[in-house]
């Protein structure tokens, strides 16, 4: 079954860090990673930039929009993300109780499904 591991990051976090503690966290990061990939769990896994470079898009009354970040209402972004294959929820629970970034960070659990099942 596919479940997808998101990391919440506090805004703001990444620029208060010194930069050996975030190589020191990246590298923790990578080393959970590469443990899944040699388990053969891991379907995909990316760091991603702060939200000051994404762009939001929708078709709010009918019109496109395209929003640049900083998101000013947010609190926090999604800083990451790991794509499992795993026999089941309990297996990525288990999984994401271990992640490293839940010492500074939320990470949610969200089974993949088509978007039509509820």
């Not at 899944?36 to 769990?41: D, F, P, T, V």
């Amino acid at each position: 079954m596919a479940y997808l591991l998101l990391i919440h990051e506090p805004r703001g976090q990444r620029a208060g860090r010194a930069a050996d503690e975030a190589r020191q966290r990246y590298d923790e990061m990578m080393a959970f990673s590469a443990d899944l990939q040699a388990r053969g769990l891991l379907k995909a896994a990316e760091s991603l930039r702060t939200d000051e470079h994404a762009v939001r898009i929708n078709r709010a009354d009918g019109t496109l929009r395209l929003l640049d970040g900083p998101f000013a209402e947010a609190r926090e972004m999604v800083g990451g993300f790991f794509l499992l294959d795993v026999a089941d929820r309990d297996e990525a629970l288990d999984i994401a109780r271990r992640c490293p970034a839940v010492a500074w960070a939320t990470v949610e659990v969200r089974e993949c499904a088509p978007c039509h099942v509820p």
